[in-house]
């Protein structure tokens, strides 16, 4: 196993996978440690988490700013290298129709909000961020400042199914009127679309008849709990490698996919 690495971690409410985490590093299980936890909601149960632990914590109040650019979108400092045509271009979050006001809104924010998540951040040293119910998308601008190589991606996220099915906030509750037979979560890189990163792992579950929407949650939870840990120690060990694959389609198509490998 290669030295410790040091894991940064985003949260927006009560932080179990946080929890998960902090105890599998504590436990010497990931070759990782836990640097700090920052919020987007001063209100989060996991910021205690931190505390308990002794883990630096800090909170950049996404709601605050979004309802100060609502009032007035010039009281809201935008970060000097904040290019809004780069990141429209860039960002897969919009589907192709959006109204570009709500768009150049969104965009705004968020990087105002990044730039103090990016400025916070910088009182600490770390070779991976994971988002550990962290219920914000990231924009390019906050992308692009972390994964500074891009070919070597530092963002994790982990979500509540089994991915590409049900990207969004809503994980289980699709999957639960789906009606589907298997739930599941998926860690991922974090790219420029929703829940689209490349996959690193996936755990599944059973669902059975008469289960309902809170025992797919507490299966999901379960599992996420095991994975996440599991996904970090890969990283920790340097096993994991982004490649892009090419694959030829019926009628001469082709489909070109950045996939993790996983080196044994």
Known sequence: ???????????????????????????????????????????AKGLARAERHGIPSFVVDYGDIIRRYRQDPAGVHLPSDFDLAEMRAKSRLFPADADEAVVEAFLATRAAAENGLLAAMAAYKFDLLILAGFMRNLTPYFIDRVNTDPEDPRIMNIHPALLPAFPGTDGYGDTYRYGCKLGGCTVHFIDYGEDSGPIIGQRAYKILPGDTLDDIKSKGLKEEWKLYPDCIRLFAQGRLKVVTRTHELPGGKTMTRKVVAIDA
């Open 1 to 43: 196993m290669t030295s410790m690495i040091r894991v940064g971690a985003l949260i927006s409410g009560g932080g179990t996978n946080l929890q998960a985490v902090i105890d599998a590093c504590e436990a010497g299980e990931t070759g990782a440690q836990v640097v700090f936890v920052g919020s987007d909601n001063p209100a």
